[in-house]
């Protein structure tokens, strides 16, 4: 059993063990067992297990939804989504986030150990897909003894893991909320994440992917890697507002050292993130982002992935999200109105770019608790 | 006397040598002597010498504007647009490209030799500035006996080159055609620049930036650098439109080779960039572009940099190109036409992103003879 994150350190909360008894089968046709899913949940399940949100995250997020973080202490990536009386309110509904299978914090991933060597799998571990993470979610779902989830939601990677549950488990999912996200991963999307995946490969340190054997870690790579897809995660003109050409000490050095503010927050960024991943499962997950591709599962037509549905569906996309762009989510809505499925879209206006998901937008947050009363009543919630 | 590419390839060409008696001033404040300046002209200077057009490449670009590159064997980045009835006229033309200060291809760089240590410069070259290169370039001018430059072009970082000689000197320039560019280096772009440095800087080979002295080279960062920064360079349609999600052998591999085309292509861009290309150069001509703002060197107003100017403005963007999007060209315009400039300005329909100014475009080309024909005509030379 796992009970530690990649760091070495001890993890809190709630462990789920698939045994060999029943190995997750994945899509790269290898069965995995045993499987630790790490989980937190918030709030609590009512009588009739109708109130279970599930909530997907993104590359880089946990199940740390909505507590200090134990790595790093800051708040929950959600933190001011989740409580009482709030958007996913605590009161109401029943929470629950899962570690994505490939994941570092507690959920199985490169950095365990492979029982069949006793040694940490690294690249021995299978490439897995957005759908082998939600066939993980979906045993611990089944092990809390939830039919359905009253909602799935989630942003960009968590957006296609929503996506995923509800064109694979659709009598599972009463409501669904893909969020800053798409159907399939674009080529530029994929440009970006080979050259964080290429920023890692090309340190040393990484060892051929083996750095745990050898006590060294990647770290320079992987700081490079998110510097450069934090750049992604935000407009041009947040940058410009935030940052412009403002200078650390007011004047040119006519030197390498980061002059220009944007270029130390950066920095931070990349030394920050390296504290709290490992660079092996970032190779992991984001190419299973890679992988993602709805249609193509479904004879290339997306509208296939949806027939029949009952769910309920609420859109959502921003304004400035250039890696997630509104029409990405447009094209999920074509697909959804194509099966007639119960459909409503939002395009938030927000200059944030795509990181607007995690901050507190109230257009994005007023649409979500409006989407989430009206399932409710539906699903006979009460309020 | 530099005769040597960085990569100790004998490279042809011209070479002007700066001497201990006039130094070349830099911005930072030293004064650098002696200075190569290595170029290539195509076409015949005429009897009054008024049919000079000075070239101003981009930051990977260099002198071999219109003949096969000596190290790659590729031709020129503007071949297409360079020779006998084409767009940059060699019957009627007298064009001059320099590689630029920094540079390593001929011109002195941080991988030429610190005389004062008989050693190359490394990172005790000074950090230099667009304006440090056209001051270079002003050298060679002068000492091809031009008194004015019938016109100075050039798109990306040399479109600011082309905005520096207009702001600088005036007198010195009868037309002006900055493309694809901006008045000074946004967040977004020094970002950008940023993890490209940073990639190289966290090479081991770098060494501190000592890598020629040790025989090492920091390949793998430079080639992570150029795959960051090609991403830049495409349009999101033209990525889709070359690549979309398209495998390399028909099917996913669960694993981490280049299963889908674009990574491939990135690959080959990072692969074959480190071929021609210095890792220091990289770092110095990426800081000369971050620098660049050229409000801030005129009060912070930039029409300020162009008060009684009487040189002809051709102002060109591409639609698509987000790394040096439209409206830097418009503010560009804006400030001409706050001092009452001749300017004109086309925004060229292309789905091709930045690189566009280097490809065929039809309406481009168009636009850039038109803009020829008439201010030759200013100019009295004959059709």
Redesign the interface.
């Known amino acids: 059993m796992t009970v530690k994150g990649a760091s070495g350190v001890v993890l809190p909360g709630h462990r789920l063990e698939l045994g060999a008894e029943a190995p997750l089968q994945l899509?790269?046709g290898l069965a995995m067992a045993p499987v630790t899913v790490a989980y937190q949940t918030y709030g609590r399940l009512n009588a009739d297990k109708s109130n279970a949100i599930l909530i997907c995250h993104a590359l880089t997020g946990d199940q740390f939804v909505a507590e200090p973080h134990p790595l790093t202490g800051k708040p929950g990536w959600w933190a001011e989504m989740v409580g009482p009386g709030r958007v996913l309110d605590t009161d109401r509904y029943f929470l629950i986030c899962a570690n994505v299978l490939g994941g570092c914090m507690g959920t199985t991933g490169p950095a365990d150990i492979n029982p069949a060597t006793g040694k940490p799998w690294c690249?021995n571990f299978?490439?897995i897909t957005i759908g082998d993470m939600v066939r993980a979610q979906l045993r611990l779902v089944d092990h809390l003894g939830i039919d359905r989830l009253f909602c799935v939601i989630g942003g960009s990677m968590g957006g296609m893991q929503v996506l995923e549950w509800a064109a694979r488990y659709p009598d599972r999912v009463f409501a669904a909320v893909p969020i800053a996200c798409s159907a399939?991963?674009?080529?530029?999307n994929?440009?970006?994440a080979?050259?964080g995946?290429?920023?890692i490969?090309?340190?040393?340190d990484w060892c051929g992917g083996d750095y745990p054997l050898s006590g060294k870690n990647p770290h320079?790579?992987l700081?490079?890697a998110r510097?450069?897809a934090h750049?992604t995660y935000l407009s041009?003109t947040a940058?410009?507002r935030?940052?412009?050409?403002t200078l650390q000490s007011g004047a040119?050095t006519?030197?390498?050292d980061?002059?220009?503010q944007?270029?130390s927050y950066?920095?931070h960024q990349?030394s920050t993130f390296v504290e709290r991943f490992d660079a092996n499962s970032y190779?992991y997950i984001t190419?299973a982002m890679?992988?993602f591709?709805l249609a193509?599962d479904h004879g290339g037509i997306l509208a296939n992935a949806f027939t029949g549905t009952r769910t309920r569906f609420c859109v959502i996309s921003f304004t400035s999200d250039?890696l997630f762009?509104t029409r990405e989510s447009r094209a999920i809505v074509h697909a959804l109105n194509a099966v007639a499925a119960n459909v409503s879209f939002v395009e938030v206006e927000s200059d944030k770019g795509h990181d607007a998901f995690l901050l507190d937008e109230p257009e994005f947050h007023a649409t979500l608790s409006g989407f989430l009363d009206g399932a409710g009543e539906h699903r006979g919630l009460p309020r």
Chains 1, 2 share one sequence.
């Not at 490969?201 to 040393?204: N, S, Y």
Request: aromatic fraction near 12%; proline fraction near 5%.
């Open positions: 899509d790269c690249l299978p490439v399939r991963h674009s080529a530029q994929i440009a970006f080979e050259v995946r290429q920023a490969i090309a340190d040393p320079r790579g700081a490079v510097m450069a750049i041009e940058l410009h935030k940052f412009g050409r040119l006519y030197g390498f980061a002059d220009f944007v270029e950066l920095r990349g190779l190419r890679d992988y591709d193509a250039w762009p």
